[in-house]
């Protein structure tokens, strides 16, 4: 979700105060908020699917990456020489070292692995813009993968501004991870996202007289 610009209820998004913004809705909703191409981008809270895949990803990468690196969830990426650019992916493959950076800002180029785990309501637009980002960020390796339709895509080699090779592949194939990580991660575990729940119908006022 893009937020409006001229909203009453937060400062006004301008050049230079994007991060400021982005701080205090996060504070204020509880959602994550990201700078994607200088606009601030709000996601919705997970359903359990998403963490579902979330942790199994996780888990599995815990058991199968080198010495010196680790999986983090809730760090940012910076965007290169742009103040006001930022993601925070699902997970992210950092060397260890973070664990004692005062930073909240990962350099990309420290990034093994950025993983993306698309939500129920992301457009196809916002989703190849998301992948452009982390294509201009030179981040290596980049996985985006969705519970909605069961699929997932390997993206590397960035370059000039998008991803060289991108493998695609299904839930019960695995995802080759190419060096230094060198493992295959296991999709057959992974859930599928359902129809999402109903809200309850509020009782009408004819039903309301009636009791």
Do not use: C
């Not at 980002?133 to 080699?157: E, M």
Request: no cysteine; charged share 30%.
């Amino acid at each position: 979700m893009t937020v409006p610009r001229g909203s009453g209820m937060y400062p006004r998004p301008r050049p230079g105060n994007l991060r400021e913004v982005a701080e205090k809705l996060e504070e204020a909703t509880g959602l994550r908020v990201q700078i994607v191409g200088g606009k601030l981008v709000m996601s919705p809270t997970p359903r359990g699917k998403h963490a579902g895949v979330v942790v199994r990803l996780r888990r599995q990468l815990g058991e199968a990456l080198p010495e010196g690196l680790a999986a983090y969830e809730m760090s940012s990426i910076a965007l290169p020489d742009d103040p006001d650019d930022y993601v925070t992916p699902d997970l992210i493959v950092l060397p260890t070292e973070w664990e004692d950076d005062d930073d909240w800002l990962a350099d990309p180029v420290d990034v093994a692995l950025a993983a993306e785990v698309i939500s129920g309501s992301e457009k196809s637009r916002e989703i190849r813009d998301k992948a452009d980002w982390y294509a201009v960020a030179r981040v290596a390796v980049l996985l985006v993968i969705d519970p909605r339709k069961g699929t997932w895509a390997l993206h590397t080699r960035p370059d000039n501004g998008s991803y060289q090779d991108v493998l695609p592949g299904k839930f019960g194939e695995p995802v080759p991870l190419p060096p230094p990580l060198g493992f295959e991660v296991e999709t057959a575990r992974f859930p599928l996202y359902g129809a999402p729940p109903r809200t309850p119908r509020r009782k009408g006022r004819t039903e309301d007289q009636a009791e």
